[in-house]
């Protein structure tokens, strides 16, 4: 867990090099007897909001995006330490996978570019179980 905590720290380190400074993650956690939260944020074209959360080895993660308003304003990218997931922009406003081992696991919410809407709301579900 100590290698985990430290490889996501690297990660957000070469992140924040290599694209200018960007504020800590926010940790989505849950309620207490809640496998579900959703969080909401704004951003403008091309810009991104960095989450985080923790799963266990064998958990089913569920994730998925919308906007408003209604569309297809926003996509997601997934990175697990210690494991693959991690996802191309342009491909998912909602995702499923097997947790394969237990740590943290970031998820990097985008506004899509367009020249319709330029700013608009996103809510991100997640759900573990």
Excluded: W
């Excluded at 800590?24 to 939260?37: N, T, V, Y």
């Excluded at 909001?49 to 997601?76: W, Y």
């Excluded at 709301?121 to 997640?126: D, G, H, I, T």
């Amino acid at each position: 867990m100590k290698r985990l905590s430290v490889s996501v720290s690297i990660l957000l380190l070469v992140g924040s090099a290599v694209f200018g400074q960007k504020a800590e993650p926010k940790r989505i956690s849950f309620e207490r007897g809640k496998a579900s939260a959703t969080v909401t944020g704004t951003l403008s074209n091309d810009q991104e909001m960095d989450f985080v959360f923790s799963a266990k080895a064998g958990q089913t993660v569920k994730l998925k995006v919308t906007s408003q308003p209604k569309g297809n304003l926003f996509d997601f990218r997934i990175a697990g330490d210690g494991f693959e997931i991690e996802t191309d922009y342009d491909s998912y406003s909602e995702h499923s996978f097997t947790a394969p081992a237990t740590g943290d696991c970031l998820i990097f919410v985008r506004k899509r570019p367009t020249e319709s809407v330029r700013k608009a709301k996103f809510f991100l579900r997640l759900a573990i179980n």
